[in-house]
């Protein structure tokens, strides 16, 4: 079951008594744990008929109690249970199997949700009891068409609009569609809140997307291997300032720095091939729009100072994993002499 079930599921009042939330997009399970609190619960009656428990510390016993009492003032009564032990692969908490039990035949006055993180074990009691008496919803990243809608219906809240090219670069920078990407819809959220604030108009502009988007690691290297194409050395060194003042370890941005230089390499080597874009893209394992940005920087370079600069970082981090010299110095230092 997708984002797309519960959607319907919920919209269609057809949701089961008992469920679990899960995936690697995990705004979206929480999102849905509160959609379905909102779903049947007034503000007034939340206090009374909406609890929420630890799955790390609560008494199961206590909320296989709760879910078999009446609600007060709501059609029904909610429980949300967050990261039950036993589902993330941990030893099962006091009260499990008897709440395991329960699920088997729930109340009809409750709804159970199970809210667990980007893993579950599937070969546990409490799994299998949920996905045989009610549903199990796996939250993966939004398709385009409906991250396109996702990010719309925010920008409207603020009674500003986008363009489709604005919102295509938006996507882009994110780097949300990356492989290996950690940039969630979280971070989207929060970066959409910048580009608003940024913003001074009544529709978004390249420009407030440019300034305000923090983008994942990945778009962010990028970003300074361009500006060091430029020959823009002080853009260079604020975004690698900027990537430290969030916590980016250097051995991290190191090695981001070695993957794109080396595929901006692969990129020019295939295209003097005769591979078209396409098949670069295959080779590579990288998406359109990347390949495009791997063409771009490339143009700046022969092969022999691509090769020349691998030998650099190469270098650097030798000198940084035998003791040498410290990363960060290491790091700097390199990025003089890029």
Same mark, same amino acid.
């Given at each position: 079951? =997708?984002?797309?079930?519960?959607?319907?599921?919920?919209?269609?009042? !057809? +949701?089961?008594?008992?469920?679990?939330?899960?995936?690697? &997009?995990?705004?979206?399970?929480?999102?849905? #744990?509160?959609?379905?609190?909102?779903?049947? #619960?007034?503000?007034?009656?939340?206090?009374?008929?909406?609890?929420?428990?630890?799955?790390?510390?609560?008494?199961?016993?206590?909320?296989?109690?709760?879910?078999?009492? %009446?609600?007060?003032?709501? &059609?029904?009564?909610?429980?949300?249970?967050?990261?039950?032990?036993?589902?993330?692969?941990?030893?099962?908490?006091? /009260?499990?199997?008897? +709440?395991?039990?329960?699920?088997?035949?729930? =109340?009809? !006055? !409750?709804?159970?949700? +199970?809210?667990?993180?980007?893993?579950?074990?599937?070969?546990?009691?409490?799994?299998?009891?949920?996905?045989?008496?009610?549903?199990?919803?796996?939250?993966?990243?939004?398709?385009?068409?409906?991250?396109?809608?996702?990010?719309?219906?925010?920008?409207?809240?603020?009674?500003?609009? *986008?363009?489709?090219?604005?919102?295509?670069?938006?996507?882009?920078?994110? /780097?949300?569609?990356?492989?290996?990407?950690?940039?969630?819809?979280?971070?989207?959220?929060?970066?959409?809140?910048?580009?608003? +604030?940024?913003?001074?108009?009544?529709?978004?502009?390249?420009?407030? *997307?440019?300034?305000?988007?923090?983008?994942?690691?990945?778009?962010?290297?990028?970003?300074? *291997?361009?500006?060091?194409?430029?020959?823009? @050395?002080?853009?260079?060194?604020?975004?690698?300032?900027?990537?430290?003042?969030? /916590?980016?370890?250097?051995y991290r941005i190191l090695a981001l720095l070695s993957g794109q230089y080396e595929k901006i390499l692969g990129t020019k080597q295939l295209l003097a091939e005769g591979k078209n874009k396409k098949e670069i893209?295959?080779?590579?394992?990288?998406?359109?729009?990347?390949?495009?940005?791997?063409?771009?920087?490339?143009?700046?370079?022969?092969?022999?100072?691509?090769?020349?600069?691998?030998? @650099?970082?190469?270098?650097?981090?030798?000198?940084?994993?035998?003791?040498?010299?410290?990363?960060?110095?290491? %790091?700097?230092?390199?990025?003089?002499?890029?």
């Amino acid at each position: 079951m =997708s984002y797309k079930e519960f959607t319907k599921d919920l919209q269609g009042d !057809t +949701l089961p008594n008992v469920m679990i939330l899960w995936g690697k &997009e995990t705004f979206l399970s929480d999102w849905a #744990a509160g959609a379905v609190a909102d779903r049947y #619960a007034t503000e007034v009656s939340r206090q009374f008929d909406v609890l929420e428990f630890d799955g790390n510390e609560a008494d199961f016993y206590r909320i296989e109690e709760a879910c078999e009492t %009446l609600p007060l003032f709501s &059609e029904r009564k909610v429980i949300v249970v967050d990261d039950p032990p036993s589902l993330g692969g941990r030893t099962a908490a006091d /009260g499990e199997e008897s +709440l395991t039990g329960y699920i088997k035949n729930p =109340s009809p !006055t !409750t709804i159970l949700v +199970l809210v667990c993180g980007e893993k579950i074990d599937k070969r546990k009691a409490l799994y299998k009891a949920v996905a045989n008496s009610g549903k199990v919803y796996e939250f993966t990243p939004l398709a385009p068409p409906d991250l396109k809608k996702w990010i719309r219906k925010r920008i409207r809240s603020h009674k500003k609009q *986008i363009g489709e090219r604005e919102l295509q670069q938006m996507i882009e920078e994110s /780097g949300y569609y990356d492989k290996d990407s950690d940039y969630s819809l979280y971070h989207f959220e929060n970066d959409i809140s910048k580009v608003i +604030l940024h913003s001074e108009g009544d529709v978004i502009t390249r420009e407030d *997307i440019q300034i305000s988007m923090s983008g994942n690691t990945d778009i962010n290297v990028f970003t300074l *291997i361009d500006n060091l194409g430029r020959g823009n @050395k002080k853009a260079a060194f604020d975004m690698l300032t900027d990537m430290f003042l969030y /916590g980016e370890s250097e051995y991290r941005i190191l090695a981001l720095l070695s993957g794109q230089y080396e595929k901006i390499l692969g990129t020019k080597q295939l295209l003097a091939e005769g591979k078209n874009k396409k098949e670069i893209a295959r080779i590579l394992g990288a998406r359109d729009f990347q390949v495009d940005r791997f063409l771009a920087a490339g143009r700046k370079y022969s092969e022999a100072a691509l090769k020349e600069i691998l030998g @650099k970082i190469y270098s650097a981090d030798k000198k940084i994993k035998s003791g040498d010299m410290d990363s960060r110095i290491a %790091l700097e230092l390199l990025i003089g002499e890029l």
